[in-house]
């Protein structure tokens, strides 16, 4: 075996965004242009040479053939070993916990995480530091310069058949290529947190639940602990082989792209409890018998009945949210006595709060959910953190979130995500809605509604100082209510604008509104505030959630 100097041109447009880089998949398949990228992932990490790192995606289209490339890569560019999952499989959850126990220098994860797969859908790549997190933004930048400038790419010439389908250990050059079960050290991490007999003696005792692994990674995960370690009845996992096209489905776990779940979740005879996770197992949506529970009641009771699960007996140090998630959590860390941080949105900017210290449990709207236990958002351990409660407390879903809202008030919330707006119009939307911020503080919107104070929301990291501007465009209002305006980082075609939508209600009595009629007057406000149609181009929004 020899290796290989291919020279190269840089593509254009490689900047990693806030969970790494995306592109359809026919982009990832033209010649080069995932070597370029790994290669200045590989030229950006000083001492990398004789190190371990972890390997591993979600299944999707281009999966299998992105491993053999990474693999020849990585031992041309001189690590000294490659943990890669079985199949090439690994969760991004399960990538941030391997990193962490076996000591990795760092990892790649291969996913473009709840967007559609197959030939015609996404793909992604991204690398997850030795804490187990996100690469941080100087890092990803310092990818993106060096994607710019490269000229050459080293790969070994051999290595095309190396098996990745049969745990054990083999060589690829001077490089060791072990596989591993992708379930076995993730699974141990779970027991370690969660009460498993109280969860086995739940559905013992005749308790169901269902759970849709949305044909994605999750499904061996889930299938591994629910039905094999609790004694979940089989079947309990659905959609639980994870394929390359996500077996057609847009595997987003939400109530619009969900409905076999949703359906199956409602009428007297539905399970106790249901839930979901996305194409690489880090988000997770959490429902009742007809009860949905919104990402952002979840952190919040979650973070109320910490104490009731044995990984968090001790109490938390804090907790984080992103700024467009709701200020439910809020209302429970200032009853706990604890600080609630608020965070730009992507989960690179938890993992410092994380290693500080500062933070226990995190949360995003965008229904991800996770602790200090890895570095990433972790869909099947905030279902497992649901399930103990139900063990623990004998109470159902509904009943937890309702004494929720009847203690602290209900954040009625939504998010309204207008797709595919051509990039110049997005933009021109956004500047236009910036310039207007100094004129917008004490408006009378009607319905009640005063704008008490309109920004752009900046952040600085309170433990290394760095400072995050133009992170999302907030109306606040003088009854606690919110409206933010972010173009997404996450889609690969034209923008998305995501319009979050919150308003505070104290009154238990008002409690079972239908949401979008408590949050009617917000929803008028934000087109006339931002002129949406009249930007878009569009009538309506494209997901409501």
Known sequence: MSIQTVPTRPFAGQRPGTSGLRKKVTVFQQPHYLENFVQAVFDTLPGHAGQTLVLGGDGRFHNRRAVRTILRMAAANGFAKVLVGRGGLLSTPAVSAVIRHRGAFGGLILSASHNPGGPDGDFGIKYNAANGG?????????????????AEYRIEDAGADIDFDTLGTRALGAMTVEVIDPVADYAELMQQLFDFDAMRAWFAAGHRMRFDAMSAVSGPYARAILEGQLGAPAGTVINGEPLEDFGGHHPDPNPAHAAELMAAMSGPDAPDFGAASDGDADRNMILGRDFVVTPSDSLAVLAEHATLVPGYRAGLAGIARSMPTSRAADK???????????????????????????????????????????????????????????????????DLVRAHWARFGRH??????????????????MAALRASL??????????????????????????????????????????????????????????????????????????????QQALAALIRIADQVAGIRQHSGMEAATVVT
């Open 134 to 150: 996100p690469a941080p933004e100087r890092l990803t930048e310092a990818i993106y310069a060096r994607s710019l400038e490269l």
């Open 332 to 398: 429970v860390a200032a009853a706990l006595g604890i600080p609630c941080h608020e965070t730009p949105t992507g989960w690179k900017f938890f993992g410092n709060l994380l290693d500080a210290g500062q933070a226990t449990l995190c949360g995003e709207e965008s229904y991800g959910t996770g602790s200090g236990h890895v570095r990433e958002k972790d869909g099947l351990w905030a279902v497992l953190f649901w399930l103990n409660l139900l063990a623990a407390t004998g109470r159902s879903v509904a």
């Open 412 to 429: 009625y919330y939504s998010r309204h995500d207008w797709e595919g707006i051509p990039t110049e119009r997005a933009d021109a939307l």
């Open 438 to 515: 100094p004129g917008l503080a004490g408006r009378d919107c009607g319905d009640g509604l005063r704008i008490e104070a309109a920004d752009d929301f900046a952040y600085t990291d309170p433990v290394d100082g760095s400072l995050s501007t133009r992170q999302g465009v907030r109306l606040l209002f003088t009854d606690g209510s919110r409206i933010v305006f972010r173009l997404s980082g996450t889609g690969t075609e034209g923008a998305t604008l995501r319009v979050y939508l919150e308003r505070y209600e104290a009154d238990p009595a008002r409690h079972e509104q239908p949401v």
